[in-house]
């Protein structure tokens, strides 16, 4: 009988420790043909990243698109709030085999990269894997 009141303690405890992986809640941006939505956590929060330049495969077809080199402002582009050398992740879609950031050293484990942002304003980070290459881009502001 104290198992049974114990467990939903445990459950709890494990949904809180888990809920720094869960995305945003706002709606992810939409992608039919093209690469997964990626988001960013930071410990001001979590924000979607927005699509830059990918060649993505689905299946028998793929598509290719080529974004202008992101400006703060574009649409398209979200503002992240940030610490100054802050450590933030990259939650992806999928497993890429390679990732790098603009003005940042990116590591990268399974669907998550991470970087220490240095400078405010736009970056890209650039994505590879089996079904293709994605780059998504933000804004960072330090506040």
């Known amino acids: 009988m104290r198992a049974l009141l114990a467990l939903p303690l445990v459950l ?3 949904a809180c420790g888990s809920s720094a992986a869960a995305p945003p809640a706002t709606r992810s941006p939409a992608s039919k043909n093209g690469p997964p939505a990626a988001w960013l956590e930071t410990t001001a929060g979590k924000r979607w990243l927005g699509f830059s330049s990918f060649c993505w ?3 028998d077809s793929g598509l290719c698109a080529d974004g202008a080199a992101p400006t703060c402002g574009m649409q398209g582009v979200p503002v992240v709030n ?6 933030v992740r990259a939650h992806l879609g999928y497993a890429p085999s390679e990732a790098s950031v603009d003005n940042g050293v990116a590591g990268l484990r399974g669907r998550m990269v991470t970087w220490r942002v240095t400078e405010a304003g736009p970056f890209l980070l650039f994505t ?3 079904d293709g290459d994605a780059s998504y881009v933000a804004c960072a502001r330090f506040g």
């Open 12 to 14: 709890l405890a494990a």
């Open 57 to 59: 495969k689905k299946g």
């Open 82 to 87: 940030v610490q100054r050398g802050e450590t």
């Open 128 to 130: 590879k894997g089996k």
